[in-house]
T-cell receptor
Framework: DGGITQSPKYLFRKEGQNVTLSCEQNLNHDAMYWYRQDPGQGLRLIYYSQIVNDFQKGDIAEGYSVSREKKESFPLTVTSAQKNPTAFYLC???????????FGPGTRLTVT | GENVEQHPSTLSVQEGDSAVIKCTYSDSASNYFPWYKQELGKGPQLIIDIRSNVGEKKDQRIAVTLNKTAKHFSLHITETQPEDSAVYFCAASVSGDSWGKLQFGAGTQVVVTP
């Protein structure tokens, strides 16, 4: 089965703790993305990566960090510096040549 | 940067009727316009897309139209069914960006009542 997996589906953390969200794809896509979705809003880009060991900030990168050590993996760390971390986080990937982005099932993070 | 506006925010239709969602974009150089369907608690699913070199594209009950002059594009769903109930997002590519970064609209909640 080809696709994008995100784990876990639900994540709960205490305020002040860093937390890492997993994203894995077996589509052999070059580009990967992280989005944040808040209730009733569209998707906002956090970080994106075109190739291994390279990534760029999106529109709302403050308080987040990423790594791209392998083509198939693009983990996102939500740090304690992120003021409002509770949200639905979506990972996506695309072939560098085309523009079609395919999304994973998402991780709902709740920070209390 | 690119700005995408989507209307309406909610849309209620009777089963069998048509639904139309409209989006406008600001960057005249944007050249790729996908539509996504998101069911509750799931990731968005790409349902149809259109590139700037065509004016209309159709896939069974779904069609998308693009008016480059007016900088707007629309999603048309005919013969709606209860399983069409979801949130639909439009998006536009950021011009000159080989990564294909997308700017999303705020979404339309579609409710199809039997």
């Amino acid at each position: 089965d080809g696709g994008i997996t995100q784990s876990p589906k639900y994540l709960f953390r205490k305020e002040g703790q860093n937390v890492t969200l997993s994203c894995e794809q077996n589509l052999n896509h070059d580009a990967m993305y992280w989005y944040r979705q808040d209730p009733g809003q569209g998707l906002r880009l956090i970080y994106y990566s075109q190739i291994v060991n390279d990534f760029q900030k999106g529109d709302i990168a403050e308080g987040y960090s990423v790594s791209r050590e392998k083509k198939e993996s693009f983990p996102l760390t939500v740090t304690s510096a992120q003021k409002n971390p509770t949200a639905f986080y979506l990972c996506a990937s695309s072939n560098q040549v085309g523009y079609e982005q395919y999304f994973g099932p998402g991780t709902r993070l709740t920070v209390t | 940067g690119e700005n995408v506006e989507q209307h309406p925010s909610t849309l209620s239709v009777q089963e069998g009727d048509s639904a139309v969602i409209k989006c406008t974009y600001s960057d005249s150089a944007s050249n790729y316009f996908p539509w996504y369907k998101q069911e509750l608690g799931k990731g968005p699913q790409l349902i149809i897309d259109i590139r700037s070199n065509v004016g209309e594209k159709k896939d069974q009950r779904i069609a998308v139209t693009l008016n480059k002059t007016a900088k707007h594009f629309s999603l048309h769903i005919t013969e709606t069914q209860p399983e069409d109930s979801a949130v639909y997002f439009c998006a536009a590519s950021v011009s000159g960006d080989s990564w294909g970064k997308l700017q999303f609209g705020a979404g339309t909640q579609v409710v199809v009542t039997p």
